[in-house]
Nanobody, 123 residues
Framework: VQLQASGGGLVQAGGSLRLSCAAS????????MGWFRQASGKEREFAAG???????YYGDSAKGRFTISRDNAKNTVYLQMNSLKPEDTAVYYC??????????????????WGRGTQVTVSS
């Protein structure tokens, strides 16, 4: 599976962005998908995820502001980010994994990664 994230950019605090992650391969619909983010000098953290059967999960910082969705016909997963804050500034990565067991939020459990897209929120 190859992943390509896009949609990042510069936005003012309170604004919105929608990230997209396009996946190659015909098995996209059977994979769990996730978004992680990594701020400068910090560890990569789980932001949001969606299972192969469309169950969604969110990190504490994303709850109530971010929405993850997927379009299996387009092999794409989205992350709608609203009410953005300067602390949301990070490189955002999409990830994929076969749904083996549970829905882990640790990087090591995810098999495939995209290159990341920069999100910068100005105050």
């Amino acid at each position: 599976v190859q992943l390509q994230a896009s949609g990042g950019g510069l936005v003012q605090a309170g604004g919105s962005l929608r990230l997209s992650c396009a996946a190659s391969g015909r098995t996209f619909s059977s994979y769990d998908m996730g978004w992680f983010r990594q701020a400068s000098g910090k560890e990569r953290e789980f932001a949001a995820g969606i299972s192969w059967n469309h169950v969604t999960y969110y990190g504490d910082s994303a709850k109530g502001r971010f929405t993850i969705s997927r379009d299996n016909a387009k092999n794409t997963v989205y992350l709608q980010m609203n009410s953005l804050k300067p602390e949301d500034t990070a490189v955002y990565y999409c990830a994929a994994r076969p749904p083996i067991q549970g829905f882990p939020r640790t990087m090591s459990a995810w098999d495939y990664w995209g290159r990341g897209t920069q999100v910068t929120v100005s105050s």
